[in-house]
């Protein structure tokens, strides 16, 4: 995303623009911008126009509020200073553990899979995945993995069905060996699911809604 359209997305954020509409005059986003009030009524146009912000005219102030779109780009920022400001090699993500749709044991079976990890992760995993909810404040660290190029477990065909391309992450959960799955396809855009040669909950004693750290590796 264009920086000067990350600066102005910013200053909307901060006054409220992501979860509802903000009233703002192009004269106070001018000066939060350090801008002339042109310059600001300029900005929210372009900004209008690449699909980041909606508004609404009203009688005395225009309304802004982010559209999907704008804070996706906001979040491909996040996720750049992360990279920053963590360590290099590895991120910290924080989640409360939840109960998938039993869509994970259904892949993980797959002997289209199994071989592969077995290959490429030196084990096959336990059936089903560990699910964690992602706090919010870690959902753009997402995009840092999405980014990177990790562990690629290839799709295929078998009985007519297509599988999708995977993405692993080698990570630890209280230092047990695991793995972070990015499938091609997924319903989920807070949830993290995680791989490991044993039963996570059982070893770990987890419940649904007991948070736990995952340590993932990056390259």
């Not at 000067?4 to 703002?24: C, E, P, S, T, Y």
């Not at 126009?49 to 996040?78: N, S």
Request: hydrophobic letters at 35%.
């Amino acid at each position: 995303m264009n920086e000067k359209f990350a600066i102005a997305l910013k200053q909307i954020a901060l006054l409220g623009g992501v979860n509802d509409h903000v009233a703002i005059s192009s004269r106070e986003l001018g000066d939060r911008l350090r801008m002339s009030q042109q310059s600001a009524s300029k900005r929210i146009l372009e900004l209008l126009e690449e699909g980041y912000i909606q508004r609404d005219l009203g009688a005395r102030k225009q309304r802004i509020r982010i559209t999907k779109k704008g804070l996706d780009a906001l979040r491909a920022e996040y996720s750049e200073y992360q990279k920053i400001f963590e360590q290099w090699d590895h991120l910290l993500i924080r989640g409360a553990v939840t109960t998938g749709m039993g869509e994970g044991q259904y892949y993980v079976n797959q002997p289209g899979y199994q071989e592969q990890f077995l290959a490429k992760l030196n084990y096959i995993p336990f059936e089903g995945t560990l699910n964690l909810k992602m706090s919010p404040a870690d959902v753009g660290k997402l995009e840092v993995l999405r980014k990177s190029e990790g562990v690629v477990i290839e799709g295929f065909q078998r009985n007519g069905r297509t599988f999708g391309e995977v993405r692993c992450f080698p990570a630890t959960i209280q230092n047990i060996e695991c793995a972070v799955i990015l499938p091609s396809r997924s319903h989920y855009s807070d949830i993290m699911e995680v791989l490991c040669k044993y039963n996570l909950r059982r070893t770990l004693g987890l419940s649904d809604g007991d948070v736990v750290e995952i340590r993932i590796r990056v390259e």
